[in-house]
């Protein structure tokens, strides 16, 4: 297997626009799980599902944040609008119950 | 919440030694995950342990449930291995499968 697909790798973005990160999860993992890594507040949990249900948003900073997973090998992360504070590495990361596995991540810029 | 302490937050070793890195957790765990995260950022997966020993080439790993901790252990150290080490859990009573990150401990080794 590929592994976690994240793509893109790199965003670059002015504040207001708006931002959609994708990620393909490692295939027969039941969960997949959004993560933001930031120099201040380190690793935190966006979002997580399980079989496509999203099952824990408590994580997602605002309104702002959207989450979705319309079938079992694609989810994104939406942010509209984008703010400069939303500048962080997003993570995608996959489960088949326990074990987690990591994408690449996405490093977002918002100027 | 659960909180997460590591030690030490910095490492700096010469190639060749030995090295133990700690994780305190504040209450019962199901679930224990160690990462490390390279210089360019990836997380990669080392050990599920939530109890138990666990060996994997130089790399080793403790918990001991009981008393809310675990150590890695990194033998005959390598340049490759410096990059960061986070120890995750997931608290036994969450209601939802959710992983709680240290700080980190960041390990630079040295030829």
């Known amino acids: 297997d590929a592994g976690v697909i994240q793509s893109p790798r790199h965003e670059v973005t002015e504040m207001g626009q708006e931002v959609t990160l994708r990620c393909k999860p490692i295939s027969g993992h039941d969960y997949l799980f959004w993560y933001r890594q930031t120099m201040m507040r380190g690793l935190e949990l966006l979002i997580y599902?399980?079989?496509?249900?999203?099952?824990?948003d408590s994580g997602m900073p605002e309104d702002r944040f959207s989450a979705k997973m319309p079938n079992a090998s694609f989810s994104t992360l939406k942010i509209q609008p984008s703010e400069p504070r939303d500048s962080a590495v997003y993570f995608c990361?996959?489960?088949?119950?326990?074990?987690?596995?990591f994408g690449p991540g996405t490093r977002l810029t918002v100027l | 919440g659960i909180q997460v302490e590591q030690s030490p937050p910095d490492l700096i070793l010469q190639e060749g030694a030995n090295s133990t890195l700690r994780c305190n957790f504040s209450?019962?765990?199901?679930?224990l995950q160690w990462f490390h995260q390279n210089p360019w950022g990836q997380l990669i997966n080392l050990f599920y342990i939530p109890s138990g020993t666990k060996q994997n080439g130089r790399l080793s790993a403790t918990t001991v449930a009981t008393e809310r901790y675990s150590l890695l252990y990194i033998s005959s150290s390598q340049t490759t291995d410096s990059g960061v080490y986070f120890c995750?859990?997931?608290?036994?009573?969450?209601?939802?499968?959710?992983?709680?990150f240290g700080k980190g401990t960041k390990l630079s080794v040295i030829p």
């Open positions: 599902f399980n079989n496509n249900v999203p099952i824990d």
């Open positions: 995750a859990v997931q608290y036994s009573g969450a209601g939802s499968y959710q992983l709680t």
């Open positions: 209450d019962s765990v199901n679930n």
């Open positions: 990361a996959s489960s088949p119950h326990t074990t987690q596995y």
